[in-house]
């Protein structure tokens, strides 16, 4: 195994292309991070048109780097100006605004882009150190089994959306699964829903649905409501590199609370539904009621920067755990990085560690490299990157128009997918309107021809019987306990919720 | 979103299942197993949640959520005293309800606008022209600025997926109609 993992590493940095593409990536990610408006889940989506005719672990590479820097550069507007990104920022700002109202916003910047990419490198960490434990149970899953992670896999990402929202979550989810049974079947040859109509007899395109329910709701929104800005002028919080290097100085001060955190999220970000700002907010927690002088919190303790900093970055490397390995994405934003590796032609799986292990280290390598990289850039350029809170997103939303569209046709080179786009928007922004979640639409339609295939293999193999199996029962078992869990969540809000700021 | 949108959105999806389920019931038995086996359940928990949907309907209006006051209320049963976060100022925010679906209809006609320029004309037609009415007309930008990140945008896309990437993008239906009488 360790030949395997150091022979990733040199291959990832004595390639000039991929390191490159690398370097591109988190000044791309860095960027969106800090503009408003846009997310981390919406960059993977607008990057997918740029990884055509890339190699797959170089366009692999690119997407994961971009989407584990984002975080990274999202907390200045919060520290600097008090307001927050999205939920994972918002624990940063109960202290990071103090500090900064005090003088000390660049101590709490150094501190929180420092303690993002330790948080980082040590959620790749966890994930390395995972791979033996898990490998025996991965191999031990048969087809059966995969039609039932498949469901499992929506039920979570369903659970994702909230508890009032699990039967929302779970009809988007199959609406997802059924719009992947559009085209050539398989068994048959019979090509369903498909008419006379030829572009369709391949199925539904996998980036344009991505696109439309993800990218042009999102737009169409900021071009109705609006881009919000930071109010403060810039000149109240003057800052000098003297003070982001006594920040950066405060997580080897703190490196137990550090580690503790990094790894409290990189668990947190294997469990598929507990949703993106869960980590951050409960080691802010931990940060409180571990404290020896818990009054300070709240008033400018840079412990309160650190702990949920460290926990939000460190999830990504743990949610790419069962995204790779079981193909149950870990976040909405794994979801779609699960698209984009099936666009490039990676199948998550137990194949990933029989035959592409390689590539999970690449990954792996690309965590750690990438943050470094993030967290060596942007202590230098924090300055410049915290102009972009300004930019008016409004005048954002034609250029990403632009792309999406773009997206969607070079996607396969067909003009029909321009309608599917209009069609599937449309159903995007009906959704987004209703408060429904669009993440398990993804989830259904990427695992939709997986379980179709793992449900035809098990049919054959043991007939009904395969829902007998021990492993099948535990999954059953898991499908029906996370279904009872959420109604009895949505009856009564427990400390999870409480912990939880909608992702 | 009003009560009789939330339903709506139920309602649609009972009826997109319902027909992939109908239509799958003329498939040959192997090629409709798998969409009745996700088709019915579908339909199951449409009519579930257009239960609880109504169920709802009998109780208090459900009220938007402010996520920043929410993750306030959180962050002060941390500490143990209020917080308060800064503050965001919106551009260009609508004024009221019937300003917002005037903006939606008006976003969507240059979304809608933009798809059927791609459609007619082609891509290098219609970039240009779309970003440059919805810079100026949409986005409240000067001519200048328009015209000046209309032409740095437009020439930016081509030499990254024309040249960079060697994507060959659709020309269009009336655009390619003309380069063909003029290839002869």
């Known amino acids: 195994m360790f030949d395997v993992m150091f022979a990733a590493l040199g291959a990832l940095v004595t390639n000039p292309q991929t390191m490159g593409l690398m370097l591109i990536a988190v000044m791309i990610g860095l960027i969106v991070g800090a503009t408003p408006g846009i997310g981390g889940r919406l960059s993977i989506a607008l990057a997918i048109p740029f990884v055509f005719g890339m190699d797959m672990t170089q366009g692999a590479v690119f997407l994961l780097t971009m989407h584990a820097v984002n975080g990274t550069s999202g907390q200045i507007s919060s520290i600097m100006f008090g307001v927050p990104g999205d939920g994972d920022d918002a624990a940063t700002t109960i202290d990071g605004y103090p500090m900064a109202k ?74 997802g699964m059924m719009l992947a049974t559009v085209g050539m079947d398989p068994q048959t040859g019979t090509a369903r829903y498909a008419g006379d109509y030829l572009f369709l007899w391949d199925g539904v395109s996998l980036v344009t649905c991505v696109l439309a329910i993800f990218a042009v709701p999102e737009m169409i929104t900021l071009a109705v409501k609006g881009g919000s800005i930071a109010a403060i002028s810039m000149e109240g919080v003057k800052f000098s590199y003297k003070q982001i290097f006594q920040g950066v100085m405060e997580v080897p001060r703190h490196w137990f609370l550090a580690l503790r955190t990094s790894i409290i999220g990189a668990m947190i970000g294997m469990v598929p539904g507990l949703g993106g700002s869960a980590a951050a907010w409960l080691c802010y927690g931990h940060a409180v009621q571990t404290s020896k002088n818990p009054e300070r919190f709240g008033h400018g303790a840079v412990e309160g920067v650190i702990a949920p900093e460290t926990a939000s970055n460190a999830k990504e490397g743990g949610s790419l755990l069962p ?181 | 979103m009003s009560m009789i949108s939330r339903q709506s959105m139920t309602v649609f999806m009972l009826a997109v299942f319902s027909i992939m389920v109908g239509t799958a019931l003329t498939y040959p038995e192997g090629a409709r197993f798998m969409p009745l086996t996700v088709g019915i359940p579908g339909i199951l928990l ?43 100022a919106i551009i260009d925010a609508p004024k009221d309800q019937k300003e917002e679906v005037r903006r939606e209809i008006i976003t969507w006609g240059y979304f809608l606008g933009f798809l059927s320029g791609v459609l007619l004309f082609g891509f290098w037609v219609s970039i240009p022209i779309f970003l440059l009415s919805f810079l100026k007309e949409r986005a409240g930008a000067t001519w200048t600025r328009s015209i000046t990140l209309t032409c740095i945008a437009s020439t930016a896309f081509y030499f990254i997926f024309a040249k960079g990437l060697g994507v060959s993008l659709y020309t269009g239906m009336i655009t390619g109609l003309i380069m063909d009488r003029i290839a002869g």
């Open chain 1, 102 to 175: 005090k003088g000390e916003a660049g101590r709490a910047l150094g501190a929180s882009i420092t303690a993002s990419g330790v948080g980082g490198i040590i959620g790749a960490i966890v994930f390395a150190v995972m791979i033996p434990v898990l490998e025996p149970i991965v191999l031990a899953f048969s087809p059966a089994e995969f039609f039932l992670l498949a469901i499992l896999g929506i039920t979570f990402i369903a659970f994702l959306a909230g508890g009032n929202n699990i039967f929302k979550g779970m009809i988007v989810g199959l609406f």
């Open chain 1, 323 to 503: 995204t790779l390995f079981f193909g149950i994405p870990g976040s909405s934003g794994m979801a779609v990085m699960m698209g984009a590796f099936l666009i490039l032609g990676i199948q998550p799986g137990p194949a990933m560690i029989t035959k592409n292990l390689d590539l999970v280290w690449t990954l792996i390598w690309a965590l750690v490299v990438g943050n470094l990289i993030a967290v060596t850039f942007l202590l230098f350029i924090t300055r410049w990157v915290a102009v972009l809170t300004f930019i008016n997103a409004t005048m954002l939303v034609p250029f990403i128009v632009v792309l999406v569209v773009i997206g969607a046709y070079v996607n396969e080179g067909q003009w029909e997918n321009l309608l599917i786009l209009l069609a599937m928007s449309m159903v995007g922004y009906a959704m987004l309107r209703a408060n429904w979640p669009r993440a398990p639409f993804v989830i259904g339609l990427v695992l939709g021809r997986i379980a179709e295939e793992s449900l035809h293999k098990a049919m054959d193999l043991w007939g009904l019987g395969f829902f007998t199996r021990p492993i099948s029962l535990v999954l059953i078992g898991m499908i029906v306990a996370t279904i009872i869990f959420a109604i009895l969540r949505s009856r009564k809000p427990n400390a999870l919720d409480n912990l939880q700021v909608s992702s």
């Open chain 2, 46 to 88: 449409c009519c579930l949640q257009i239960a609880l949907d109504f169920r709802k309907s009998a109780g208090a209006e459900e009220v938007e959520k402010d996520e920043i006051r929410e993750a306030e209320l959180k962050a002060a049963k941390l500490v143990g005293h209020n917080v308060e976060f800064g503050q965001a």
